[in-house]
């Protein structure tokens, strides 16, 4: 039976409203490109990583370092990796955007390493960041700056990076509004977030100016409402190491 004018008009709406849905919703605001995508290759190839988690380039007292979450190697690791080294592991290190993959952040060295902390730890999530000294820079993504002043309750806070089912494409700007802060943590009030977080871990959360305030790592649950709350690590742990390993 021959499509009618009002059957082509009611299939081309319900097409565009089936593709409405299913675009994310990300927040209006824009920051220039800061995201990075990791790369690991290990010393036993079958355990390669062309693009997992988040990450991003900081900037501190005129050094550039590479920094992305500590529990990705909880997550991706050979089994006889127990302890934060790349000692026999790990061959290389680099961080490129996912949308622009020629563009090769290679690091050098993790500077954090320490042979004595074991990996399944809970601790990993306490201070989770790796950091990595940079060999090579070939991007064009702008390094951070920490933010050194307090967060407001309320205050509008953003995460910069893509989730685990983006295969492309510029970086994702995701909104929350900052909540308090439990120790290190940073507890979020979700505004316009993902349907699924996965595949953010190590991402950049940075101010409405573009400060950076902490890293992407899970979720906390506040004592006193038993409400779970996504909470990234505050940068704080980070800054204390730079200050402490920085180039004389």
């Known amino acids: 039976m021959p499509f009618t004018n009002k059957d082509i008009y ?3 709406l319900l097409l565009v409203t089936t593709c409405g849905y299913a675009q994310e919703k990300v927040s209006k ?13 290990f010393v036993d190839s079958k355990y390669d990583q062309s693009r ?8 501190y007292k005129g050094d550039e370092f590479a920094v992305t979450a500590k529990h990705l190697l909880k997550i991706i690791k ?4 127990k302890t934060l080294t790349f000692e026999n592991f790990i061959e290389n290190w680099s961080l490129y955007p996912l949308d622009k993959k020629e563009q090769l952040v290679i690091t050098d060295r993790l500077l954090n390493e320490n042979k004595s902390e074991a990996l399944n730890n809970q601790s990993t999530y306490s201070e989770d960041w790796l950091v990595f000294s940079v060999k090579t820079n070939l991007s064009k ?10 967060l407001a309750v309320g205050e509008k806070v953003y995460v910069i990076g893509w989730t685990r089912k983006m295969e492309n494409g510029g970086q994702r700007v995701y909104e929350f509004e900052y909540y308090k802060s439990i120790g290190n943590r940073l507890l979020l009030k979700n505004v316009i977030v993902p349907e699924k977080f996965g595949g953010l ?3 950049p959360v940075i ?3 573009g400060f950076v305030i902490g890293i992407v790592s899970g979720a906390t649950t506040e004592p006193e409402t038993n409400e779970k709350y996504f909470s990234p690590c505050a940068i704080n742990g980070l800054v204390a190491f730079m200050e402490n390993n920085k180039k004389e």
């Open 78 to 81: 050979p089994d006889k990796m």
């Open 207 to 209: 101010d409405q100016r």
């Open 141 to 150: 993504v702008k390094p951070l700056e920490v933010r050194t002043t307090p």
């Open 29 to 41: 605001e824009s920051f220039a490109d800061i995201a990075l995508t990791n790369k690991i290759d």
């Open 10 to 12: 009611l299939f081309i």
């Open 201 to 203: 871990s190590g991402a």
């Open 52 to 59: 997992f988690g988040c990450g991003f380039l900081i900037k």
